[in-house]
C-alpha cells in the first residue's frame, strides 16, 4: 500500500528494527547501475531531502539510489547486507522527490548466507512484483518467519529509489554470547521500542543503535510539557535478562535535557505478543530498577551496580524522564536469563 502520512504507516514500521539502517551497519555489496545516485544513499537513517539546484558530473544530484535510463532489456536490482540477521516482518519502498524518474514496479527476494550471495545463492522471493508510484511510501508486509542475512531490491526497469527499509526483528545468536555482559536493549541484540508519551523531535529508534548522537536530532527528544507529570518511552528487550548497570547519554542536548531520569522494569514473558495497550498501562506499576537521578547536559551518565535494584530477569523497561527533554542513548547491560 501507499500512504502519505506517517499516521497511518504500519506497526512493523513502529515497533520493529529498521535491518538496513546504514546506522546499524547495513550496506550495499552489490548493484548492477547507480549512475545518477550511489545506492549506499538509500540506506540513510535520514529522511530524504530534495535540493533544486543541486548537480553533479552526472546529472541531478538526488538523495537515494537512482540508476540510469536503460536503452535495453533488463532491470536493475541491489543487494543489501542486513545490519545483523533477523526475521522480516515489512519493507519500505520510499520514492520521495522522485517524480519522474521512479521505477513503475519492484519486487523484493532474500537469502541467509554466511558470506555474500554469489552466483550458486538460493534467492527466496519475499514481494512479489508490486507497482510503485511517485514520491510516496510503499509498504509492504512479510509474512516469513525464516531468518534472513540479505535481501536483494529490483526495481523495473530502472529509475530511483530514496529509501529502503527492511524492518524485521534481529536473532539473538546465544551460542556466539557465551555468559559474558551485553547490551540487552541495543537494537542490533533485537531492542526495539514499544511506546512513548511523546517523540515531537528527533528519531525516538536511534535512542537504541551503537555509537554516540551525531547531533541533536540524532535521539529522543519530546515537546516541551506544560502540565504536571513526565515523559517515558517502553523498550522491549532484545532477550530476558538481568540489568546490572545502565549508561544514559544526553549528547547534544545542552539547553533541553531532562533535570532527571529513572529506570523501571518487568517480565512480560508470560504477557505474548504485543499488547501495546497492556503493555502501557502494567508500566506505571512496574518495580523500580533505579530510582530517579540526576541528569546534565551533554554528557554520559554511567549508571554501577550498587544504583541498580535488583529485580530478576526482565523482558521490559520503561525510562522515565522529569519532567521532558532529549535523551541520545539508552545502554542497558547486563547478563542473559536462562
Known sequence: MSVSSSDNRPAFTRTDVNLASAGLGARVVSVTDDFFAAADRMLADTEAVFIADKFDD?????????????RGPGHDHAVVRLAVPGRI????????HFTGNYPPACRIEACRVSGEPDAATVWTELVAMSPLGPSAQHFFACGSDALWSHVRLHIHPDGGVARFRVYGRPELDRNTLGSGEIDLASALSGGRIVAFSNAHYGSYHRLLVPGRGINMG?????????????????????????IGRALVDTAHFKGNFPESFSLQGADLGALGGDLRDAVVTSSMFWPELIARTPLSADAEHAVGPEAVTSAGPVTHVRLNIYPDGGVSRLRLFGTLAD
Open 58 to 70: 552526472n546529472g541531478k544530484w538526488m538523495d537515494g539510489w537512482e540508476s540510469r535510463r536503460r
Open 89 to 96: 516482518s515489512g519493507f519500505d519502498v520510499d520514492t520521495a
Open 218 to 242: 540524532d535521539g529522543w527528544e519530546t515537546r516541551r510539557r506544560r502540565e504536571p507529570g513526565n515523559d517515558w518511552i517502553i523498550v522491549a528487550l532484545g532477550a530476558r535478562g538481568t
